[in-house]
């Protein structure tokens, strides 16, 4: 840019370009390579050998509705490894781990996920604080069952069972009769 706002002189000049003159089509000639040329002549019965282009189709999880595009060879693999159920990859590793955890049953880890997924697509979706909170039920009820309680257990020194216990504020009532007492003076007096 030039200093000001002043314009920069030049010795351009605007030069008219005219168009190319067009070439007949006589003159033109097609080029060919020796590899072309090659694969013309022996390429042909090769192509023919070749298997042909399986089309990718559009397969639906039947576990969590996801759709993939996936060849129908592979749609096949996925059905022999889940008892005939296309599912896809999540859903497959989300199996996999159940079958682990059940003992190596497959149907029965199928089950377990598809009624988890059926149970979240029709619940969760809609009310996912719902979801969450019966998640959550769900858990302490298995904690439970398993012996485990509300609270983890101390592996502090101080808790030995020979150890006197020390300071501590204990609960001897609840606070909510006295709250609830306190209430009804105040509405018994205006």
Known sequence: MAPHGEAITSSYT??????????????LSRTVSDISFELNREGIDQLKQLPAISEVEDAKCECCGMSEECTPEYIDRVRDKFLGKWICGLCAEAVKEEVEKNGGNKEEALSAHMSACVRFNKFGRAYPVLFQAEAMREMLKKSKLEGRGMRSKSISPRDHKGAPKKGGIARSTSCIPAITREMNDLTVAN
Request: no cysteine.
């Open 14 to 27: 605007k030069t008219n370009f005219s168009k190319p003159p067009k070439l007949s089509s006589d003159t």
